[in-house]
């Protein structure tokens, strides 16, 4: 295998699955060249709850993407989430010092908006600019080289938890992988799915997964509004689990197997088989009972998002409707219910314009992971990555080391 110069590794830690993906940096953009998931044991909610069981699962994911991608991997980007994430928008005011907006100054008021009261267990994850003003002149992104004498910046500040960050850098380390950032996962999801038109024009992204919903509200080209629901897939299967009174985990192969969001697109006459637990016999049971359960949870879902968005003031500038995404949007109708629920036009964000294995990830579940590969690259944190061959090195010199000491 050539050498490769430069690749960057996106790390969804997500309540359901941890996923680890490859992406090799050229001058058309990014291929991908590894992909890893294995089930998460150790978080929930997005939040560490065994700090043993997420090491593991991530060692499990980043193998196997440095299988196929044939290369060592000791850094990445990793994703947050959880209710636990905050958000608020802020306002910074300062002078240009000489008359000519400078990269310095630009930095100067960002740091004077982000001068906010935090509780003591509180960190800043993102600053996030939505427009700069200067001398009164509004809606101005890049304002490097303009003459004025106010420099005033709007900013979407990003907040969480600092214990939870820390825990997710703990498994990292423990599992050998240095956390180059710690990103909010539906602003990775943003970069993958959504169109620079929709962030111009105005569009929710409703990234829904296994523990949580996460909301990001966009409108000419920056971030306006972000929040995360704590409802998901699990609490879809857990309402079947007690429905069906099955376990859970065939609660889970029925609803990948068998689940709609939409009632109408049900045979009202199909039968599905479901295992029972303490060793009863299976029961044959009407698929529509599956799907009335399943309807039920996820309108409610919708519903709760279409009131964060009615409170965030911002649901009647969504001209380019809502995108969803997250392992939930593979549910087929949900796309209808969604439309019938925020009355306005609806789409499944998958991951594109990536190069390489680029179809193994066009899939809802892999948005957050590509995303951060996006924003790796974007925020210049490529890095030269050793052959898998070179792990022989460190195993090596232990051999050596062992042989010294005992003879």
């Avoid at 101005?140 to 910046?153: K, N, W």
Wanted: with cysteine; charged share 20%; glycine share 12%.
């Amino acid at each position: 295998m050539g050498k490769r110069e430069e690749l960057i590794v996106g790390l969804d830690l997500g309540t359901t699955k941890v996923c680890a993906v490859v992406g090799e940096v050229t001058g058309e953009g990014i291929n991908i060249v590894g992909v890893g998931t294995y089930p998460s044991a150790g978080l929930r909610g997005g939040v560490v709850v065994n700090i043993d069981q997420t090491v593991n699962s991530i060692k499990k994911a980043v193998e196997e993407a440095e299988l196929m991608a044939g290369c060592e991997i000791s850094s990445v980007f990793a994703g947050v989430a959880g209710t636990h994430v905050q958000s608020l928008n802020s306002h910074g005011v300062i002078a240009i010092k000489n008359r000519e907006v400078t990269s310095s100054d630009v930095l100067r008021v960002l740091d004077a908006a982000k001068t906010i009261a935090l509780p003591f267990d509180r960190q800043i994850l993102h600053v996030l600019p939505q427009q700069y003003i200067v001398d009164d002149q509004d809606g101005i992104h890049h304002p490097i080289g303009m003459a004025g004498v106010r420099l005033e910046a709007k900013v979407h500040i990003i907040t969480a938890m600092t214990s939870a960050v820390q825990n997710i850098v703990k498994c990292c380390e423990r599992a050998r992988l240095q956390v180059q950032d710690v990103v909010l996962e539906s602003l990775a999801s943003s970069g993958a799915v959504l169109d620079p038109d929709e962030k111009q024009l105005g569009v929710a992204l409703i990234d829904i997964g296994g523990g949580t919903s996460e909301i990001a509200v966009f409108q000419n080209n920056g971030i306006r509004h972000s929040t995360v629901v704590g409802l998901g897939g699990n609490h879809i299967t857990s309402d079947i689990s007690v429905g069906l009174r099955c376990a859970m985990d065939e609660a889970e192969k029925i609803k990948k197997k068998y689940g709609s969001a939409l009632i109408e697109t049900v045979n009202q006459q199909e039968v599905i088989e479901v295992g029972s637990v303490g060793g009863q016999k299976p029961r044959q049971l009407a698929q529509s009972i599956l799907t009335q359960i399943i309807e039920a949870r996820v309108k409610e879902i919708l519903d709760i998002i279409e009131w964060e968005l009615v409170r965030s003031g911002l649901i009647e500038s969504l001209h380019a409707g809502v995108v969803l995404t997250g392992g939930v949007s593979l549910l087929p109708g949900i796309r209808d219910l969604a439309e019938q629920v925020f009355d306005m036009p609806v789409r499944i964000g998958v991951p594109s314009n990536f190069g390489g294995l680029g179809d193994v990830v066009k899939n809802p579940i892999y948005s957050t992971a590509t995303g951060l590969l996006l924003y790796g690259k974007e925020h210049g944190g490529g890095m030269p990555m050793r052959d898998s061959r070179s792990k022989m090195g460190p195993v090596w010199e232990t051999i050596k080391r062992w042989w010294k000491e005992f003879w």
